[in-house]
């Protein structure tokens, strides 16, 4: 059965992109994925979160499990609001949800949940496939090896990575370096190039991930 984590090499590196297209992918090969948001930061109640922009996009359903207003990791915002998080019961709402999901995260693998447990926890107990989200920029081959150091440890299977020009294009020597960094040791699912317009975007995200759903 489907069911991913998309995580970032950092923080506005494209998550939302590649969970878009991913569930895009999934709808277009015959399945009925749900989108869905471990926890959305920094959203007041009526605003459009990730999950359902994403989902929008894609065209299927998105939800949340959890949303608080102050724009921090999620541990510090869950905490200004006296709520506390744990990854087990984070990894139970995720298993009471049937058929494919995509999951996309908060930042990195490693942010903090807790005093003890991060995103992670909840991906290593839910058993979900991770997709990497490379940003294609200075730092992003280091922060990929220490996620895909740390889902080794926790053995969470990494289905692949996407490099992304979030920002801008990039050198074609750029993006080589980087595949080279990361041969062996990351399947390269594919590159999606930088496009102001999200739906062009998701739309060729979706191609490069239709190998992967079907």
């Known amino acids: 059965m489907h ?9 506005d590196v494209g998550k939302t992109r590649v969970a878009a297209a991913l569930a895009l ?16 930061t920094g959203a007041v109640p009526g605003v459009e979160g990730d999950a359902s922009h994403a989902g929008r996009l894609a065209g299927v359903r998105g939800i949340e499990l959890l949303r608080f207003q102050r724009p ?33 995260g908060s930042g990195g693998m490693m942010v903090p949940l ?11 107990l839910a058993q979900l496939e991770t997709i990497v ?39 074609a020597g750029y993006r080589e370096d980087v595949a080279r960094a990361l041969q062996g040791k990351l399947r390269i699912l594919g590159i999606l190039p930088f496009a102001p317009v999200e739906e ?13 759903v079907n």
Request: glycine share 10%; with cysteine; charged share 20%.
């Open 133 to 171: 989200a490379v940003g294609l920029r200075l730092g992003c081959i280091n922060h990929t090896l220490l996620t895909l150091s740390l889902c080794a440890a926790l053995r969470i299977p990494v289905a692949g990575g996407v490099l992304i020009e979030r920002w801008g294009s990039t050198e």
């Open 72 to 104: 921090a990791d999620p541990w510090s915002a869950a905490r200004a609001e006296g709520a506390t998080l744990r990854a087990s019961r984070l990894a139970d709402e995720l298993a009471q949800l049937k058929g494919p999901i995509v999951v996309e």
């Open 25 to 40: 992918a999934l709808r277009r090969a015959g399945y009925l994925p749900t989108l869905v948001k471990l926890m959305q």
């Open 200 to 212: 062009e975007s998701v739309e060729t995200g979706a191609k490069l991930l239709e190998p992967l």
């Open 114 to 124: 807790n005093e003890r447990e991060h995103v992670g926890d909840v991906v290593a």
């Open 3 to 11: 069911r991913y984590f998309v995580t970032g090499s950092d923080t």
